[in-house]
């Protein structure tokens, strides 16, 4: 079993700044990639940010040079800083991991809510 803990969330105002991490524990042989993804109210999830093993990253467009997605490997976590918010980035942010395995599996966090107002 695979256990994903996002943590960083809160209340911030526009302009300010926020770090979420994400921590994958259990049994763990190899993550391909780890990333974030959020939903507002009344809207679909969407893409925020994803990593590869390899450093790759992908970034959506409505958050490209504010947020940075990196990863720690041996801590297998995962970090999302998110500079010069605005409140349409209030969202709740969720945690996707997944596993180098055939065929790939995928494990989601409980999310994290984020409030950007003033």
């Known amino acids: 079993q695979v256990q994903v803990l996002e943590s960083g969330g809160g209340l911030v105002q526009p302009g300010g700044s926020l770090r979420l991490s994400c921590a994958a524990s259990?049994?763990?042989?190899?993550?391909?990639?780890m990333g974030w993804y959020r939903q507002a109210p009344g809207k679909q999830r969407e893409l925020v940010a994803t990593?590869?093993?390899?450093?790759?990253?992908d970034y959506a467009d409505s958050i490209k040079g504010r947020f940075s997605i990196s990863r720690d490997n041996a801590k297998k976590t995962v970090y999302l800083q998110m500079n010069s918010l605005k409140p349409e980035d209030t969202a709740v942010y969720y945690c996707?991991?997944?596993?180098?395995?055939?065929?790939?599996?995928?494990?989601w966090g409980q999310g994290t809510q984020v409030t950007v107002s003033s």
């Open positions: 996707n991991v997944q596993l180098r395995t055939i065929p790939s599996r995928a494990y």
């Open positions: 259990g049994t763990i042989f190899s993550i391909y990639a």
């Open positions: 990593i590869t093993s390899t450093d790759d990253t």
